[in-house]
């Protein structure tokens, strides 16, 4: 899990929220690299302009270490995922996954519907919450930090998909 691919959502929960008086995406960033796609970077950033989520966001990307891709075509994939109506982002971003050199990167995704999209297309994908899991098991992140982050973030998702990662970060 060297390079993740992350949505709307997932990102701005990453930029919203701190662990260790850093944002999440930091912590993220330090394990591997992080892709989004130009239309998530315009939906967070562009039309949540008025947020602080959407400067953290704009800071990483203007550092370079947020990289802003767009997809390549791919109208076989692109007709597949048109029939299911996804937003822009969400629909960039599964497309990104064909982007030479980010083919073995996971798809950050919350968005049930994209992430149902994303398993029928046949695209590497988790929940935010479980690259977290993930990361922990490969090394990558601390465990006492990762539930630190979980615990952060916990507001952004039901309680039942917080406490099974607790649960499982914590055994």
């Given at each position: 899990?060297?390079?993740?691919i992350f949505d709307a959502g997932p990102l701005i929960t990453a930029c919203r929220f701190n662990a260790r ?151």
């Amino acid at each position: 899990m060297d390079k993740l691919i992350f949505d709307a959502g997932p990102l701005i929960t990453a930029c919203r929220f701190n662990a260790r008086n850093q944002p999440v995406i930091d912590h993220i960033l330090k394990c591997g690299q992080v892709a989004i796609a130009a239309s998530v970077r315009d939906e967070v950033i562009i039309a949540g302009a008025r947020y602080p989520d959407a400067r953290i966001a704009q800071q990483r990307i203007e550092q370079n270490r947020i990289v802003v891709l767009s997809p390549p075509e791919n109208p076989d994939l692109e007709t597949l995922i048109a029939v299911y109506d996804l937003g822009d982002g969400e629909r960039d971003t599964i497309l990104l996954a064909e982007q030479a050199n980010w083919q073995d990167a996971v798809l950050v995704i919350d968005d049930h519907l994209a992430y149902l999209v994303s398993d029928r297309v046949g695209k590497q994908k988790r929940f935010l919450l479980d690259v977290l899991i993930d990361l922990v098991k490969a090394r990558k992140m601390d465990k006492k930090l990762a539930i630190e982050i979980v615990k952060a973030i916990r507001g952004r998702y039901p309680p039942a998909f917080v406490e099974h990662t607790l649960l499982v970060l914590e055994s």
